[in-house]
T-cell receptor
Framework: GDSVTQMEGPVTLSEEAFLTINCTYT??????LFWYVQYPGEGLQLLLK?????DKGSNKGFEATYRKETTSFHLEKGSVQVSDSAVYFC??????????FGDGTTLTVKP | DTEVTQTPKHLVMGMTNKKSLKCEQH?????MYWYKQKAKKPPELMFV???????INESVPSRFSPECPNSSLLNLHLHALQPEDSALYLC?????????????FGSGTQLSVL
């Protein structure tokens, strides 16, 4: 079946540091890939998505590129802020079927 | 309106109580979902409704009973819950079930079962 593996957390960074959160997936066919973010006490919000190989999703300074050859969708941001502290979930959605989520990575950014 | 609204935000109930969680969206989405999320874990799918009909039940115990009265509303009826059912319950919607659609989540109901 489909699966998503995220790098283990938690991740702690200083403000303005570079962020990478690794995500790899296993799926049949050509799923869409997503990053969701969850702030404390809230539901998940879509951060960015990519629907086919080599697509780059971007939003609020975050980027991720759909790499079919390495089955990866790593999340990056050049300069993190304290307000980016949250839990980040990588997910995939096949053409027909339910979404599969990674275990989540907790990011803490210190001033 | 791009919101999914869930009520109540917090709920404390005893094991003999009956309560309901409510979810509403006005985006014209035809797929609605219930997820259960334990602390520091990813959401786990419970139920999926497509065009107001139950299409997926992830072997959820019968003490959880979903209902979709119309295309904008989704309820989750709770009865005789156990303490291990304490969790954040998230409602989500998407334009359709088929297709690689993103999910729009509500803020959730934090449920505590005593």
């Amino acid at each position: 079946g489909d699966s998503v593996t995220q790098m283990e957390g938690p991740v702690t960074l200083s403000e303005e540091a570079f962020l990478t959160i690794n995500c790899t997936y296993t799926a049949t066919g050509y799923p869409s890939l997503f990053w969701y973010v969850q702030y404390p006490g809230e539901g998940l919000q879509l951060l960015l998505k990519a629907t086919k190989a080599d697509d780059k999703g971007s939003n609020k300074g975050f980027e991720a590129t759909y790499r079919k050859e390495t089955t990866s969708f790593h999340l990056e941001k050049g300069s993190v802020q304290v307000s980016d502290s949250a839990v980040y979930f990588c997910a995939l959605s096949p053409l027909a079927g339910k979404s599969t989520f990674g275990d989540g990575t907790t990011l803490t950014v210190k001033p | 309106d791009t919101e999914v609204t869930q009520t109540p935000k917090h709920l404390v109930m005893g094991m003999t109580n009956k309560k309901s969680l409510k979810c509403e969206q006005h985006m014209g989405h035809r797929a609605m979902y219930w997820y259960k999320q334990k602390a520091k874990k990813p959401p786990e799918l419970m139920f999926v409704y497509s065009y107001e009909k139950l299409s997926i039940n992830e072997s959820v115990p019968s003490r959880f009973s979903p209902e979709c009265p119309n295309s904008s509303l989704l309820n989750l009826h709770l009865h005789a819950l156990q303490p291990e059912d304490s969790a954040l319950y998230l409602c989500a919607s998407s334009p359709a079930v088929l297709g690689s659609e993103k999910l729009f989540f509500g803020s959730g109901t934090q449920l505590s079962v005593l």
